[in-house]
């Protein structure tokens, strides 16, 4: 595979100098490909479609792009729309790197989080606002949010949102915004569904496409099999071994993980839990505890663990199976990112 030979750095890109201080305080110098062709197409305002997986530096591909074009243009606002709360507070905390020291506001309206809060946020002027299509629904529809004046929206993995049922809640807000809008939009697969949401919300996109190969390089794939073993103690085995330095565990129910991650936890190991759930501030604390590495393992859902971005992950665990290939292509692409390597076990009976 030739290496990717980017033809812009961030310091030639048109953008405005406050923003690419903060690119550079980052340690951003070269974009990965997505960036680097998606930043001047949309510096220009054109549509596009950006066909790629998680973990590509596609939010910094959008969010590079409308942070400057709403430094130019201060009264601009955007919608984000996305399909999991995960993915909208990593967005909107990425965007707060981006935008440090420079007084412009966002926010953010999932589900699972107090209305209330969300409702008094919205009352001052975000430049951004970052949201689930059910959560956006409601609020437009109680009239604490008007769309009129949105002038650019971002569908970010448009095909998570119509796996999880959001097709008309996306219609709907699409519906209630301007006709001549910059419409941004993001999805790791194509599908029929996908390229009828294409032709109906975008004007003459520009497509660009950055699909990593299906299964990563840099991820070594194995199965353990269990050969009538007690699958905790199989993995509490695997566990006491010290190359396992990061590990993050896939179970299949939110009782599960919950139930196995207390289990792991009364062993001696030091783990933690996301699922469906878990409150929102839970399910950061225990993000934010394995990202500093304060604890070891993380067992998670395959909703709860979506576009979830964590450095130095050594090995995925497939405690349970996953429900499709692409679950299992996602599951076993958070580790053995950024060119490092990694390690994908799988539980089989």
Known sequence: MEKFVPEHAFANFQIDERLKHTIGEKGYITPTPIQDRAIPHILQGKDVVGIANTGTGKTAAFLIPLVDKVLRHPRET????????????????????????????????????????QIRDLRYHNSFIIGTPGRLKDLIEQSYLDLSQFRSVVLDEADRMLDMGFINDMRFMMGKMPKDRHTLFFSATMSP????????????????????????KNVEQDIVRLEGKNKVDVLDNLLASCEFTKVLVFGRTKHGVEKLSKVLASRGHKAESIHGNKNLSKRKRALEAFKGNHIRVLVATDVAARGLDIDDVSHVINFDLPATYEDYVHRIGRTGRANKRGKALTFVE
């Open 193 to 216: 569904d996908i390229e009828r949401l294409i032709k109906d919300f975008l004007k003459e996109p520009v497509s660009i496409s950055v699909r990593t190969s299906d299964t990563s």
């Open 78 to 117: 955007v919608l984000i729309v996305v399909p999991t709360r995960e993915l909208a507070i990593q967005i909107n905390e990425e965007l707060k790197g981006f935008t440090k020291g420079m007084k412009l506001y966002s926010a953010v309206c999932v589900g699972g989080s107090s209305m209330g809060a």
